[in-house]
């Protein structure tokens, strides 16, 4: 199922996602939350209340909704940094990385990303506050867990992958490399498109043959399987519960592709006016203009 954030002129609220854009609004059954953590946290019996209304309550038309990022989670974004071959070595060779970083790392990369920064399809992404010309895309598949955990082994991992979003990992580059520690410049307000919906685990055969694609204007610029993954969702599991206990909701953006501004010579940043397309096979398409 495509779970979905909307509003239709009044509050947000959670509904269910069908072909075509029109959407059930999961307030018809009184007892769901109106927010995605708290429906994630039901589990099953939130989707088998979910499937009711789908049943009884007709959907509202595409084109009264306005779809916004699927889930806040409670927490930051976590975030895996160089997690494909091809964009570890041109992330090497832009110059932008941290000195002395190996180019493949032999553990995870682990920040995250202040969840102030999240906003959903078609939002605008502001770049007006930085003055330094290397605002960035990075498309992303994302990792939505159901059950949270400690010590949640690769072997368990499935069970604690509620579903799958797309997620743009929009970073400032100079401030990546100025402040070492990637948090500050992968925050700032609008820097973590997500959406259109959250598709629930079981809706995908295998998440390792979706491919992630980003075009910027209608360009592509980022095209690889899952399977290119470096370190793989349960390894990513393993690794952050080892030390973290994840809670319902959270969302893992698992790395993104070869193909960003920075590693083109010269770069090619973003500017006002381009738009960005991250698109996942079997999530949609993320689209959010710059300005
Ligand atoms: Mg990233």
Not at 137 to 151: A, D, M, Q, S, T
Not at 213 to 222: I, K, P, Y
Request: some cysteine.
């Amino acid at each position: 199922v495509k779970l979905v954030t909307f509003t239709a002129g009044a509050d947000p609220r959670i509904g269910v996602l069908h072909d075509g854009g029109s959407v059930t609004d999961l307030s018809a059954d009184p007892d769901l939350p109106l927010e995605m953590v708290g429906f994630v946290e039901l589990g099953a019996a939130g989707l088998d209340a979910a499937a009711r209304v789908v049943g009884a309550v007709d959907p509202l038309p595409h084109d009264a909704v306005r779809l916004l990022a699927p889930i806040r989670p409670r927490s930051n974004v976590m975030a895996i940094g160089r997690n494909y071959v091809e964009h570890a070595k041109e992330f090497t060779a832009s110059g932008f990385d941290a000195p002395g970083a190996a180019t493949i790392p032999d553990h995870p990369i682990i920040f995250t990303k202040a969840n102030t920064s999240i906003i959903g399809p078609g939002d605008e992404i502001d770049i007006a506050f930085d003055g330094t010309g290397t605002c960035d895309y990075e498309g992303e598949l994302g990792v939505v867990l159901g059950p949270g955990g400690l010590h949640i082994a690769r072997d368990a991992a499935a069970h604690h992958v509620y579903g799958y979003t797309t997620i743009n990992d929009m970073t400032v580059r100079e401030l990546q490399r100025r402040h070492v520690q990637f948090f500050l410049g992968k925050s700032p307000a609008t820097f973590c498109p997500m959406g259109p919906c959250i598709v629930t685990a079981d809706e995908i055969d295998d998440i390792e043959r979706c491919w992630v694609r980003t075009t910027v204007n209608g360009e592509e610029r980022q095209a690889a399987p899952v399977a290119d993954l470096i370190f793989d969702i349960p390894t990513l599991i393993e690794t952050i519960s080892s030390a973290v206990r994840f809670e319902a909701g959270d969302v893992i953006a698992t790395g993104t592709p070869a193909g960003v501004g920075a590693g083109f010579d010269p770069p090619r940043f973003l500017a006002a006016g381009d738009v960005v397309e991250v698109s996942i096979d079997g999530l949609g398409t993320l689209r959010n203009p710059v300005v």
